[in-house]
């Protein structure tokens, strides 16, 4: 190896590895989970209406706010990371 070789090495080794880089998807969002966004792009629905909402929930695109008094029930809103996954399809609001 030149020494050329070794000093690119030594530059290398001595830069810390950047971390990385955070996503809001981990993974691909099935049809399901895509129109169940679509649908509270305009309006919360209720928490228990699609079973898609745990898995949006835990990735953190949707969010449960209080729902009407008199029903007792809880709804399903987008947060703004579920927003910027709408709006990267060119949906924006």
Same mark, same amino acid.
């Given at each position: 190896? +030149?020494?050329? !070789? +070794? ?6 080794? =001595?830069?810390?590895?950047?971390? =990385?880089?955070?996503?809001?998807? #981990? &993974?691909?969002? +099935? $049809? ?5 966004? @679509? *649908?509270? *792009?305009? %309006?919360?629905?209720?928490? $228990? ?6 898995? *949006?929930?835990?990735? !953190? ?7 009407? =008094? ?6 399903? &809103?987008?947060?703004?990371? !579920?927003? %910027?996954?709408?709006? !990267? @399809?060119?949906? =924006? #609001?």
């Amino acid at each position: 190896m +030149s020494w050329t !070789g +070794s000093k690119k090495q030594a530059a290398t080794e =001595a830069q810390p590895a950047r971390p =990385a880089k955070r996503t809001i998807l #981990r &993974r691909l969002l +099935s $049809h399901h989970e895509l129109a169940t966004l @679509l *649908l509270l *792009l305009h %309006a919360p629905i209720d928490a $228990h209406a699609k079973p898609e909402v745990a898995t *949006l929930q835990e990735a !953190g695109l949707v969010e449960q706010v209080p729902g009407d =008094a008199t029903a007792g029930t809880a709804q399903i &809103r987008l947060t703004p990371e !579920g927003n %910027a996954v709408l709006q !990267g @399809l060119g949906l =924006a #609001r």
